[in-house]
């Protein structure tokens, strides 16, 4: 059986989106750390720095990089525990991204911070290999057996 070494890079960004808000959910603290070591990594950020404040219907960009040619996955994280997908999305469906290339999400299309009170985080998950396809129909995705 071909074994598929598969970095994941779990960094758990405070995104800011800080608003007042009495239940703050506390996302899961699993950490996958593959067999072999690996010199992976991963940065992600926001146009205003990790732990800003944005008030609801402000834009909001996301950039970020790998240091190896690796497919991508971002998932933002609600303050009631709601996940959504971020990247890819319909307007950058190809998740493969170069190594040290700055990628922008959004980039097509304009992004805006919703009405939900809470913290909210960014998920970053990279790997060598293609571990997600994008059905454009559904714009969802799923795991490669």
Known sequence: MKKILMVT?????????????EVQIQPRKI?????QTSTMEATIR????????????????IQFEVNKDAYVVIYDIEA????????????QRD????????????????????????????????STHQFASFNAWTQSFSANP
């Open 95 to 126: 998740n493969f991204v170069r190594a040290n290339q700055t990628v922008t999400i959004p980039y097509g299309y304009n992004m805006t911070v919703g009405s939900k009170q809470g913290k909210e985080y960014l998920q970053i998950v990279a």
């Open 31 to 35: 950490i996958i750390t593959p067999e």
């Open 9 to 21: 890079l779990v960094l758990l960004l405070t995104a800011g989106f800080i608003f007042s808000s």
């Open 46 to 61: 926001v146009n205003k720095g990790e732990g800003s404040v944005y008030q609801s219907g402000e834009p909001i960009q």
């Open 80 to 91: 009631d525990g709601n996940t959504f997908l971020l990247f890819p999305n319909s307007e």
